[in-house]
Structure formats: structure tokens, C-alpha cells
């Protein structure tokens, strides 16, 4: 099984976002934050995280790009346990019992979309406020195929 960790190229998202994601933090899509927003919502950094930032889940910050890397069953379960209890602090979830579904699902999607990707792949998110509610894109970014020779020494230890 497959899952994503936050990834920064550089250090625009602690700049674009009101709380960023660390890196090396497991993320998923996190869209369910936006679901009950209007146009009025979409403003500042609040706006730079619907339209583009993914979840981490340690930290509820957002960032821009993620890894798709393998992950461990039971690092799965803990994610799960931990979302759901993101549900019942952060959303009013009745209880993490009730929440633990609806965490799984999060999970799963993200599973989903990261299992068809080689590891090292970079995901892209994009968001549209649409009059039946929030439209998530994705986007792959393949891991470049890097040429031994750009990573050689050439010469002699000869000399």
C-alpha cells in the first residue's frame, strides 16, 4: 500500500499558508474542511489552501506537493485512529467509534490515488468551488530518471 508525505521544493508554503504541513508528514486530499464553503471563504491564505493544498495529518497544516511512498499497515491504522479523532476534536464527530469509517475512506482514497504512482512521484491538488459543492484534480509529476553520469566523478585517483 501506498501513501503521501508533505514535500517542499522550497519554502513558499510556510509563506502561502496559515499553517504548513512539516515535511516527511503523511497527507491525504483533506477537501472535507472545505465542504461548507462559499466565494466570501476564499480569501487570503484560507483561499491558497482550498485551492491547492493537501492535509497533513500530524500537523492539520497544508502544503503544496506530496510523495507517494510505501507505507506500513500498521502506520495505516494509526493515520486512521488519528483522523478520526481529528473528526471528533475538529468536526464534531460524535465519537471516535462513529469517526473511524469516514477516516478510513480518507485513507483509502488517498491509497487509491497513490497506488497506481511509482514511489518518489510528486501529487498536485487543485479545488474548484462549483454550485454542487468542491471539485478536486489531481495531477502527477513522475519521478525524473536521473542519468548516472550526472552523478559521477570523473578522473583518477592516480594522480
Same mark, same amino acid.
Given at each position: 500500500m501506498?501513501?503521501?508525505?508533505?514535500?517542499?521544493?522550497d519554502?513558499?508554503?510556510?509563506?502561502?499558508?496559515?499553517n504548513?504541513a512539516?515535511t516527511?508528514?503523511?497527507?491525504?486530499?483533506?477537501?472535507?474542511?472545505?465542504?461548507?464553503w462559499?466565494?466570501?471563504?476564499l480569501?487570503?491564505?484560507?483561499r491558497q489552501a482550498f485551492?491547492?493544498?493537501w492535509l497533513?495529518?500530524?500537523?492539520?497544516?497544508?502544503?503544496t506537493?506530496?510523495a507517494?511512498? +510505501?507505507?506500513e499497515?500498521? /502506520?495505516?491504522?494509526?493515520? %486512521?485512529d488519528?483522523?478520526?479523532?481529528?473528526?471528533? @476534536?475538529?468536526y &464534531?464527530a460524535?465519537?471516535?467509534a462513529?469517526?473511524?469509517p469516514?477516516?478510513?475512506?480518507e485513507i483509502?482514497?488517498? +491509497?487509491?490515488?497513490?497506488? /497506481?504512482h511509482?514511489?518518489? %512521484?510528486l501529487l498536485?491538488?487543485?479545488r474548484?468551488? @462549483?454550485?454542487? &459543492?468542491?471539485?478536486?484534480?489531481?495531477r502527477?509529476?513522475?519521478p525524473?530518471q536521473?542519468?548516472l553520469d550526472?552523478? +559521477?566523478?570523473?578522473g583518477?585517483?592516480?594522480?
Amino acid at each position: 500500500m501506498k501513501l503521501a508525505i508533505a514535500t517542499h521544493l522550497d519554502d513558499s508554503d510556510t509563506r502561502v499558508f496559515a499553517n504548513h504541513a512539516r515535511t516527511g508528514e503523511w497527507c491525504i486530499a483533506g477537501g472535507f474542511e472545505f465542504s461548507n464553503w462559499a466565494e466570501g471563504d476564499l480569501v487570503g491564505k484560507a483561499r491558497q489552501a482550498f485551492s491547492n493544498g493537501w492535509l497533513g495529518l500530524d500537523t492539520g497544516g497544508r502544503v503544496t506537493f506530496v510523495a507517494v511512498t +510505501a507505507v506500513e499497515p500498521s /502506520e495505516v491504522q494509526r493515520l %486512521t485512529d488519528q483522523l478520526a479523532e481529528h473528526f471528533v @476534536t475538529y468536526y &464534531g464527530a460524535p465519537d471516535v467509534a462513529a469517526a473511524r469509517p469516514v477516516a478510513a475512506e480518507e485513507i483509502a482514497h488517498m +491509497a487509491d490515488l497513490c497506488d /497506481e504512482h511509482e514511489d518518489g %512521484t510528486l501529487l498536485t491538488v487543485a479545488r474548484e468551488l @462549483t454550485k454542487s &459543492g468542491v471539485r478536486e484534480s489531481f495531477r502527477a509529476i513522475k519521478p525524473q530518471q536521473a542519468q548516472l553520469d550526472q552523478f +559521477a566523478v570523473h578522473g583518477s585517483l592516480d594522480d
